[in-house]
């Protein structure tokens, strides 16, 4: 398997585009294209991925990271999509353990709060019934203050404890492609699709731009799977799809751990709205989420928070932490995704249907929606309608997504261990054998290697510096600045590997500061007079978003 590298590796990855014709072509590089071409190469396709920005630009990097069983679609009727969830939320912990790790989730029992302790309690037993485990119970008072020092709703009266999980979204992508290239897919990030051809009615060919440099090609497939998310109605249009999907918006505060150390998540009900909100350990910091509004900004301008979301997930903290008296000074970053909803004709979002949609349209297979934790079952959903136009049997199954990570340096503490096999899966022994005692110190203030560093500059396909800081590492969402006060090591661990000029580093470092100030910090405060409500109540209560 050729690696994803800087240069030469790249050019040897678009020169595979002459190939005649691809069995199918992914467009999208975020879980559900991961997914996909992974499970296509499995079964022994020939694969092409592409994406128009970098792997897990989109959604995929700014989710809530939680690899959960979906809870709140039991209390909504949907069994279905709860079974599916929690079972797959077990596979996932099974097989790559050292990446979809188990998070403790704590619900405070308050006093004329719903949902209440007896109604909370029936929808656990059967969550964990579908999981084939028993994990919650019932904490009293003081229990529950050892828990969770400093959790003091008004009226709290003891709390009811589960258990779910949480992943680096990014990596967890990249941990997928990473086995659909060892399955003989190409993966290629920064190239668009510029257009659709059609050959008695069905999608027969693909005009691709890289958009570095520009360079076009015409590439054949007997499917396509349009794994766009937010951006799906666009490519739908050229075969007449007709719009379907309702953009919504999740925003998160990401703080310093020690100015919110928690050891639980805790999960809530927002006093303004009953809307589901949380906060909890995540890579050495706490994040904080998650809102989620109708998003009509331009779709190709990155995300942003904004003041009244700030807000609106500050007032949830201090009201289940008054004594922390959290303050938008204490954020080291923001970030905002848009994930893509269908569009059911509901007044409310939080009504609105979030299971996955699979659709043929005339060999234009989309797959958009859905959930982070089912991505497997996702693309075999895709498969199924792609396998006619291919011309090859599919069959559904249950073989592991991730090849088992060898066993590493028993020098290394176990620390650093579970950090590198989560990061490079079966890829850890040989990435990672030469590193240095240097190397395998955590950068301050963060869980992350130096190591990291240079293992993504040399490869994992960086084109651009966010590339390296916010998604193959999460530097950029870690540290205030978004890292910007250690970029003389950075480049000094990366620059031989990425072979920028001086001008072009300098030229990185620009984009990248105008990014931070603008996408992942937190926005002015509002000016609201003293009293007034710091709600959201003039927007629509819609619900979390993965």
């Not at 967890?172 to 009615?201: C, I």
């Amino acid at each position: 398997m050729g690696e994803l590298n800087a240069g030469t590796e790249r050019a040897k990855g678009l020169a595979r585009l002459d190939a005649p014709t691809w069995d199918l072509v992914v467009i999208g590089g975020g879980i559900s294209g991961a997914g996909v071409a992974q499970q296509a190469a499995r079964r022994g396709w020939t694969v092409l991925l592409i994406e128009q920005r970098d792997f897990a630009w989109g959604t995929s990097s700014r989710s809530s990271k939680l690899v959960h069983g979906g809870l709140r679609y039991l209390k909504e009727g949907d069994i279905k999509t709860t079974l599916h969830s929690v079972r797959e939320r077990e596979r996932l912990m099974r097989e790559a353990p050292e990446l979809i790790e188990p998070q403790s989730f704590l619900f405070a029992n308050c006093e004329g709060r719903k949902p209440g302790r007896w109604l909370f309690q029936l929808g656990l037993t059967i969550y964990d019934w579908m999981a084939g485990l028993r994990s919650h119970f019932w904490a009293d008072l003081a229990t529950t203050q050892a828990l969770a020092p400093g959790l003091a709703p008004p009226k709290m009266r003891g709390a009811l404890v589960f258990q779910d999980a949480k992943t680096d979204d990014a990596r967890l992508v990249w941990r997928v492609l990473m086995e659909a290239q060892r399955d003989g897919a190409l993966v290629l990030n920064y190239v668009s699709a510029l257009g659709l051809q059609l050959d008695a009615g069905r999608v027969s060919s693909i005009t691709l731009q890289d958009v570095l440099t520009h360079q076009q090609f015409q590439v054949r497939a007997k499917a396509v799977v349009n794994a766009t998310g937010a951006w799906a109605d666009r490519l739908r249009g050229a075969v007449g799809g007709k719009p379907m999907l309702r953009p919504l918006r999740g925003s998160h505060l990401v703080v310093p751990f020690w100015r919110l150390p928690v050891a639980q998540s805790i999960s809530l009900m927002h006093p303004t709205d009953d809307r589901p909100v949380f906060l909890y350990p995540w890579e050495g910091a706490t994040l904080i989420g998650t809102t989620d509004l109708d998003h009509r900004e331009d779709l190709d301008v990155e995300a942003s928070i904004t003041p009244q979301e700030v807000d609106y997930l500050l007032a949830a903290v201090n009201d289940q932490f008054p004594a922390a008296a959290l303050r938008a000074a204490d954020i080291s970053a923001c970030y905002a995704g848009v994930r893509p909803v269908v569009d059911d004709g509901t007044g409310s979002a939080s009504h609105a249907a979030r299971d996955h949609v699979v659709l043929d349209e005339s060999g234009l297979v989309t797959l958009t929606g859905g959930k982070l934790t089912t991505f497997r079952l996702m693309a075999q959903d895709a498969l199924a309608l792609a396998a006619p136009h291919v011309g090859k049997p599919f069959a559904r199954e249950a073989a592991a997504v991730f090849t088992p990570v060898g066993e590493l340096n028993p020098r290394w503490s176990a620390a650093v261990r579970h950090r590198l096999a989560a990061r490079y899966g079966y890829r850890a022994q040989a990435l990672c054998a030469g590193a240095t005692d240097a190397e395998l110190q955590t950068i301050p203030g963060t869980n992350t290697l130096w190591l990291e560093l240079a293992i993504a500059a040399k490869h994992e396909a960086i084109e651009h510096l966010d590339d390296l800081l916010l998604r193959r590492t999460r530097l950029g969402i870690l540290l205030p600045r978004g890292g910007l006060d250690h970029l003389a090591r950075i480049r000094s661990l990366c620059e031989s590997h990425l072979l920028w000029s001086d001008t072009q580093w300098q030229t990185e470092i620009e984009r990248y500061r105008a990014l931070i100030a603008a996408h992942y910090q937190a926005p002015d405060p509002l000016v609201i007079p003293c009293g007034a409500d710091r709600s959201l109540r003039s927007r629509p209560a819609l619900s979390s978003t993965d």
